[in-house]
Each structure stands twice: as C-alpha cells, then as structure tokens.
C-alpha cells in the first residue's frame, strides 16, 4: 500500500532533524532514517501498529521509532502519516 506523508508530518520530521542536528547532525540522520523505515513496515502491515489511545478507532493507528511516535491513517488506496511526536507529548485531543 502507498504511504502518503502529511505536510504537517514531514514539518515534525525536519524539526526533529533539526533540534537533533544541534547536536549530531549524524545522529539526526539515523533518527529520521530509522522514522521513515517504518512508514516502510506500514506500507506492508498497515494493521501491524496498536490504535492510538487518544482515539481508539482502527483506522488511527501508530509505531514508535525511539521515543517517536509515527501516527498514521489507513484509507483504503492509501496510508497517510498524520503526525511524528515525542512520545512525551499528547498533542492529538484536548483533555
């Protein structure tokens, strides 16, 4: 299945390269590539990832890469990555 990257997600995915980079720009490297490696196994699993908690629909689903959290929506042509967050963070639904 073809994954699609939201705008949004990629924008996630240049900041954490970014912040990383400060530091390690190597580091950074392999923290984006191990990242977009599993936008690969949900090509091939879509339904590998567990729900997201903050929604608990099948649809909404989501792999972790480090403390990453690649959170994704299966459409049934495609996969969209909606959001790359810090594990740390709850940004999907306001409490």
Known sequence: MKVHWTET???????????IALNSPTYALRTVDRIT??????????????????YDLDQIREVFSGPYRLIYYIKSDQ?????VIHCAMN????E
């Open 9 to 19: 997600a990629e924008q996630q995915l240049e900041a954490i390269y970014a912040f």
């Open 37 to 54: 490696q599993k936008s690969m196994q949900i090509a091939a699993f879509p339904l590998a990832g567990r729900k997201v908690p903050e």
């Open 79 to 83: 996969i969209d990555v909606l959001a």
């Open 91 to 94: 940004v999907l639904k306001d």
